[in-house]
């Protein structure tokens, strides 16, 4: 055996024994916490003739690849599929990934704010945040980037991305095609740290409002109640009723999405876990702080990308019979990750509870079925709030149900408590 196996199989099975020394909880995906340390070592060790396996594979490939291969990549490597063999939604993270975990769950950013999705070969603007250095440049929904900085993007989304976040102040150049324009326009922006809203509001109709929460970040439960405090503002101090739209959400801090489910909720619990160490094992539960909108009717509007934190607010009102769902069925995420820091300056974002709605529920794989199933594709588009023209009820069909069925619960309450004619017909 070569020196350089002998010294692997030692490093192998010195890590063995410290390797949960090296880690620490953090920022969740889905959950909050303070640093701690791991709970506890792995309880049975790496044999020697395993050591001798990983480091026999690896000695052939350092020799024989077709490539010379470098150490660091080849280690990064193996612990990346380790840990993506788990389950779909854990992960190694290097320490740009970490970071870019860490900012999404903050609300808030260094660059230049324009939202952005995949085109027809390459990255297409949906629109620019409100008071952003792109929304103040002119960068128009349906603007496709060519070059940042003079590096030409294609369909890279990840990198463009990454090309236009920076330190705030310095300054980045995109290269613009617009429809109709007679060729690329430049525009030099100096990236500022850009507040992201995660909570959009209108009014549907007088007395029917209207939330939509793209993620759940640090700021959502905040952004929720000062939205909710708008809506009765503008509608002469309450609402009969509101749309909750989840659809196509994929998440967040789970904490996030437990006060969300408790500005509608009195009490009852809205999330119980499990999972191997006592960390993993908890139950959330409503605080008895009241219902932000007094008890009117609450429609939920969720579909296939409906996930992880999102299915949590949706299972938790279901279940206490406090909204009707409708839409389609959601992801099916019933799993916590936790983002654990790692010494070297990555982390590690690992399963470690699976979690249940209130009646006992596990939804991992099975989501949630709607109350009211919708037919076709879901509509709902990030790029169509806020626009001029049609109301959104009139361009979306999802909401417009919602909204009818909004109204059908108002008047039968209304009735049933003796408020409008045919009263006596319901109430013995």
């Known amino acids: 055996m070569s020196s350089r196996s002998r010294t692997l199989i030692a490093l192998i099975a010195g890590a063995t024994f410290g390797f949960c020394g090296a880690l620490a909880s953090g920022v969740l995906a889905e959950r909050s916490s303070e640093l701690r340390p791991a709970a506890a070592a792995a309880r049975s060790t790496l044999s020697w003739e395993e050591a001798s396996l990983f480091a026999e594979v690896y000695e052939r490939i350092k020799r024989d690849y077709v490539e010379d291969v470098d150490d660091h990549q ?36 260094p660059g230049v704010g324009i939202e952005v999705a995949p085109g027809d070969g390459a990255v297409r603007v949906l629109h620019a945040i409100d008071g952003s250095p792109a929304q103040r440049a002119g960068l128009r929904s349906g603007d496709e980037i060519v070059r940042i900085d003079g590096v030409e993007i294609g369909a890279d989304l990840a ?78 101090g309450g609402l009969k009723g509101l749309v909750l739209d989840l659809r196509d959400n994929p998440g967040g801090v789970l904490e996030a999405g437990v006060a969300v489910a408790d500005d509608f909720l009195e009490q009852g619990v809205i999330v119980s876990a499990d999972g191997r160490t006592p960390e993993a094992r908890f139950r959330m539960d409503a605080t008895h702080r009241g219902d932000l909108i007094n008890g009117a009717p609450l429609v939920v509007l969720v579909n296939g990308g409906t996930a992880s934190a999102s299915e949590i607010v949706a299972g938790a009102l279901k279940d206490h019979g406090r909204a009707l769902l409708v839409g389609r069925t959601t992801y099916g995420k019933g799993s916590v990750q936790t983002v654990m820091p790692l010494a070297h300056g990555g982390a590690l974002k690992l399963t470690t509870s699976r979690y249940f709605t209130p009646s006992g529920a596990s939804i991992q794989g099975k989501g949630i079925v709607p109350d009211i199933v919708e037919k076709g594709p879901s509509e709902t588009s990030t790029a169509d709030y806020g626009k001029s023209g049609l109301p959104l009820a009139a361009r979306d069909v999802d909401v417009h149900t919602g909204l009818e069925t909004l109204k059908s619960r108002s008047a039968l309450t209304a009735r049933a408590a003796g408020a409008l004619p045919g009263a006596r017909d319901l109430v013995p």
């Not at 860490?102 to 609300?107: E, P, V």
């Not at 109709?205 to 439960?221: D, K, N, P, Q, V």
Request: proline share 4%.
């Open 74 to 109: 080849l280690i990064e490597r193996a612990v990346r599929g380790m840990v993506t063999a788990l389950d779909p939604h854990s992960a190694y993270l290097d320490s740009e990934e970490f970071e870019e975990i860490r900012l999404s769950t903050m609300g808030s950013y």
């Open 159 to 236: 990198g463009a991305t990454a090309r236009m976040r920076g330190a705030s102040g310095s300054t980045v150049r995109l290269t613009i095609r617009r429809p109709g324009a007679p060729g690329p326009l430049e525009f030099a922006l100096r990236r500022a740290q850009v507040e992201v809203p995660s909570v959009l509001a209108e009014t549907l109709e007088a007395g029917y409002g209207y939330l939509r929460i793209t993620s759940f970040t640090e700021t959502t439960a905040e952004d929720v109640s000062h939205a909710i405090l708008r809506l009765k503002r503008d509608n002469n």
